[in-house]
C-alpha cells in the first residue's frame, strides 16, 4: 500500500521521517479487560523514540457513563498542548496490536480538524519484528498552540442511529466478531443484551487485516466491504462494541476513497443498555 500521511504510513516512511522537527509519534494502545495487558506500562518499557502515550480512556468525555466519549474539544485540546502536539505536526499514531485502537485516535484528530494524522501500518509489533529503535524514555515535551473545528459529520448519537436504522438511508456496519453480532457471544461488558442493530451489516475489522497484522490492498478492503453486503454508493455509520474497533471501518473507507463515513460512538455499549431500542439476532 501506498505511503498516505493522512491514512496510513509503513514503518519504512516512518524510520525515514523520525527525526524530522514537526513530526509526533503517539502509542495509542488500549486493550479490551480480558485481555490482561496494561498499555501503560507497556509503553513505559518500550516505544518508538520520541511517541507520547495517548490514554483513551482518559482523554475522554469523563462525564458520560459510557466508556472512552470522544472529549469536549476544549480537553482534547488541553491534552494535546501539554503532550506536545500542535498545529501544523504531522502526527503519527500506532498501537500495540497491530491496527487495533491506533485509528480511534485518527479518527479522533480527524474530528477535531486535524488531517495530517496516519495510522502506522503493522503498529509496534511489526516495528519490533523488523528491528527497529526502541526507548524506555519519556519523550521532552513543551506546549504547542493547536486549534480544533470539530467535524460533527464525523461522528452519529443514538438518535441519528435509530433514525438510519428505520429510514435504511445509511449502511450501519458493525465490526464486532460474527458470533457477538449474532447474538451468540456475550459481551465482554456486563449488562448488555446480545444481537445488532436492526438493518446493520457485519464486517469484522480483522477481515481487513492481513495476518501480519498490516492493512489489506484498497481493491481487497473494497471487496470485503462488497462481500458484507455493503452498498458503497450510500453514507456509512460504523459501530462495534465501544467505538474503538469501528474506526478500523472508518480508515478502511477512507482509504478506498469513500469520504461520507461515520462513527456511532456509542456503540453496543450504548445500543445494547437501552431496553426500548430494538435489538435483532442471527443473520438478519
Same mark, same amino acid.
Given at each position: 500500500?501506498?505511503?498516505?500521511?493522512?491514512?496510513?504510513?509503513?514503518?519504512?516512511?516512518? @524510520?525515514?521521517?523520525?527525526? !524530522?522537527?514537526?513530526?509526533?509519534?503517539?502509542?495509542?494502545?488500549?486493550?479490551?479487560?480480558?485481555?490482561?495487558?496494561?498499555?501503560?506500562?507497556?509503553?513505559?518499557?518500550?516505544?518508538?523514540?520520541?511517541?507520547?502515550?495517548?490514554?483513551?480512556?482518559?482523554?475522554?468525555?469523563?462525564?458520560?457513563?459510557?466508556?472512552?466519549?470522544?472529549?469536549?474539544?476544549? +480537553?482534547?485540546?488541553?491534552?494535546?498542548?501539554?503532550?506536545?502536539?500542535?498545529?501544523?505536526?504531522?502526527?503519527?499514531?500506532?498501537?500495540?496490536?497491530?491496527?487495533?485502537?491506533?485509528?480511534?485516535?485518527?479518527?479522533?484528530?480527524?474530528?477535531?480538524?486535524?488531517? !495530517?494524522?496516519?495510522?502506522?501500518?503493522?503498529?509496534?509489533? +511489526?516495528?519490533?519484528?523488523?528491528?527497529?529503535?526502541?526507548?524506555?524514555?519519556?519523550?521532552?515535551? &513543551?506546549?504547542?498552540?493547536?486549534?480544533?473545528?470539530?467535524?460533527?459529520?464525523?461522528?452519529? !448519537?443514538?438518535?441519528?442511529?435509530?433514525?438510519?436504522?428505520?429510514?435504511?438511508?445509511?449502511?450501519?456496519?458493525?465490526? &464486532?466478531?460474527?458470533?457477538?453480532? &449474532?447474538?451468540? @457471544?456475550?459481551?465482554?461488558?456486563?449488562?448488555?443484551?446480545?444481537?445488532?442493530?436492526?438493518? %446493520?451489516?457485519?464486517?469484522?475489522?480483522?477481515?481487513?487485516?492481513?495476518?501480519?497484522?498490516?492493512? +489489506?490492498?484498497?481493491?481487497?478492503?473494497?471487496?470485503?466491504?462488497?462481500?458484507?453486503?455493503?452498498?458503497?454508493?450510500?453514507?456509512?455509520?460504523?459501530?462495534?462494541?465501544?467505538?474503538?474497533?469501528?474506526?478500523?471501518?472508518?480508515?478502511?473507507?477512507?482509504?478506498?476513497?469513500?469520504?461520507?463515513?461515520?462513527?456511532?460512538?456509542?456503540?453496543?455499549?450504548?445500543?445494547? %443498555?437501552?431496553?426500548?431500542? +430494538?435489538?435483532?439476532?442471527?443473520?438478519?
Amino acid at each position: 500500500m501506498k505511503d498516505d500521511p493522512k491514512t496510513l504510513v509503513s514503518t519504512e516512511w516512518l @524510520a525515514a521521517h523520525l527525526d !524530522d522537527p514537526d513530526l509526533r509519534v503517539i502509542d495509542a494502545s488500549w486493550y479490551l479487560p480480558d485481555q490482561g495487558r496494561d498499555p501503560r506500562a507497556e509503553y513505559e518499557a518500550a516505544h518508538i523514540p520520541g511517541a507520547r502515550f495517548f490514554d483513551i480512556d482518559e482523554i475522554a468525555d469523563l462525564r458520560s457513563p459510557l466508556p472512552h466519549m470522544a472529549p469536549p474539544p476544549e +480537553k482534547f485540546v488541553a491534552r494535546m498542548r501539554a503532550m506536545g502536539i500542535g498545529d501544523g505536526h504531522q502526527v503519527v499514531v500506532y498501537d500495540g496490536a497491530g491496527i487495533f485502537s491506533a485509528p480511534r485516535v485518527w479518527w479522533l484528530f480527524r474530528l477535531m480538524g486535524k488531517e !495530517d494524522v496516519a495510522v502506522l501500518d503493522g503498529g509496534f509489533p +511489526k516495528w519490533q519484528a523488523e528491528g527497529r529503535p526502541v526507548e524506555d524514555m519519556p519523550p521532552v515535551m &513543551r506546549d504547542r498552540h493547536i486549534t480544533a473545528r470539530v467535524q460533527n459529520q464525523l461522528v452519529k !448519537d443514538v438518535t441519528q442511529v435509530a433514525a438510519a436504522s428505520k429510514l435504511g438511508d445509511h449502511e450501519i456496519v458493525d465490526a &464486532r466478531s460474527p458470533q457477538r453480532f &449474532r447474538g451468540e @457471544a456475550p459481551e465482554p461488558r456486563p449488562g448488555l443484551r446480545a444481537g445488532h442493530i436492526p438493518g %446493520s451489516k457485519n464486517l469484522h475489522y480483522a477481515r481487513l487485516l492481513n495476518p501480519d497484522g498490516t492493512m +489489506k490492498e484498497p481493491e481487497e478492503l473494497r471487496a470485503e466491504f462488497e462481500a458484507a453486503g455493503v452498498d458503497l454508493s450510500k453514507p456509512i455509520i460504523s459501530t462495534c462494541g465501544s467505538g474503538v474497533t469501528a474506526a478500523i471501518l472508518d480508515l478502511a473507507l477512507e482509504i478506498i476513497g469513500h469520504d461520507r463515513h461515520a462513527v456511532y460512538d456509542g456503540s453496543w455499549a450504548e445500543w445494547g %443498555s437501552y431496553g426500548d431500542l +430494538k435489538v435483532a439476532t442471527g443473520e438478519d
